[in-house]
């Protein structure tokens, strides 16, 4: 992914972070595939920008530690692998509805 691409991903996650699962782009799950052991530096960033928001959109505020949001962020890449997986062998997900950047149930 081109950086001005990447760029505009992250903005996006810091402006919809009541972004569905179904509603994520193709490009960004498939990023997600890039690193087999861990997220990208450029997932990392995107998945910890709107989880930030979205803890600020529904809690007022970011509550938890900066070890917490390092899980969020590895628990929502697992996820964004899995939804990839799925929408690319056109099977239904059942995380479709949730909203993309919460981590909640995911532990």
Not at 85 to 93: A, E, F, G, V, Y
């Amino acid at each position: 992914m081109d950086l001005e691409s990447a760029r505009k991903y992250v903005e996006m996650a810091r402006e919809r972070p009541d972004i569905t699962c179904a509603d994520v782009p193709l490009e960004i799950l498939e990023a997600s595939t890039d690193d087999d052991n861990e997220p990208s530096p450029f997932i990392q960033e995107f998945l910890e920008a709107g989880h930030r928001q979205w803890l600020i959109q529904t809690q007022g505020r970011v509550r938890k530690s900066e070890q917490m949001v390092k899980n969020a962020v590895v628990v929502l890449w697992v996820r964004t692998t899995r939804l990839y997986n799925n929408r690319s062998l056109n099977r239904p997900d059942p995380d479709e509805a949730k909203p993309f950047f919460s981590d909640e149930g995911l532990y």
